[in-house]
């Protein structure tokens, strides 16, 4: 069974009650979760709250160093991320990103055929909201999880090595989880305001469930879902 480092970037102004609850209730399957809070321009600074909502589930919490000149937020954060995880294997997820039935059997099934990457795709994209990876390939690769501009998105560097590596990827079945996209800025709009433009029906179930889920929720993060409920 694959027991991996779980590592995932937190916007500091967002919450994921969602998330919190999925952690809680299934932190037996990972080792370490090392999650890294980055600076945002604005906004409520969640940090706090969920540093000590999620004391209890025995959860790293860090702050990303600022990016220097011309360094991508998202790779300082993982480099930072990554000076603390110990395991075989490293999950890389997103807070969007849920498990549903079979998923975990999928995974397992790509690790018994022999791969050393198992990874929700979008298209010919592997998408950050879900790669395992073992921690010694990684190694091998440049480890650029940042934006490459004009030729790439988040990860689309580490995509790229695993193909010089020749390395074949397992591909998880999509009907085994449910993602979101879209979550952090469309609870920005809400705090700013103003009318979630990605999904609002669905942003709107999902705050319904936040709501609903029986996890701490920070009356901040309340309020704006209020706010949209109205909507």
């Given at each position: ?12 102004n967002c919450d994921y009650p969602l998330w919190r609850k999925f952690i809680r209730e299934n932190r037996a399957r990972f080792n370490e979760v090392i999650i ?196």
């Amino acid at each position: 069974m694959i027991t991996p480092d779980l590592l995932v970037s937190w916007p500091r102004n967002c919450d994921y009650p969602l998330w919190r609850k999925f952690i809680r209730e299934n932190r037996a399957r990972f080792n370490e979760v090392i999650i890294v809070f980055t600076e945002t321009s604005s906004g409520d600074n969640f940090w706090d709250f969920v540093r000590q909502s999620m004391i209890p589930d025995g959860v790293t919490c860090l702050y990303s160093p600022n990016p220097g000149s011309g360094q991508d937020w998202r790779d300082v954060a993982m480099h930072h991320a990554l000076a603390h995880v110990r395991s075989e294997w490293i999950w890389f997820t997103e807070q969007d990103f849920y498990p549903l039935g079979g998923f975990w059997e999928d995974v397992e099934w790509g690790r018994d055929s022999g791969n050393e990457v198992i990874a929700a795709f979008e298209g010919d994209r592997m998408h950050p909201c879900s790669i395992f990876i073992k921690r010694e390939l990684l190694n091998r690769t440049t480890k650029n999880f940042g934006i490459v501009p004009g030729k790439s998105d988040h990860f689309g560097a580490l995509q790229r090595d695993l193909e010089v590596l020749k390395k074949d990827v397992w591909t998880i079945n999509p009907t085994t989880y449910k993602h979101y996209n879209g979550l952090s800025q469309n609870f920005y709009l809400g705090y700013l305001g103003q009318t979630p433009n990605y999904k609002l029906d669905e942003f709107q179930d999902y705050l319904r469930q936040c709501l609903d889920s029986g996890i701490e929720l920070d009356p901040r993060f309340i309020t704006v879902a209020n706010r949209v409920l109205k909507l």
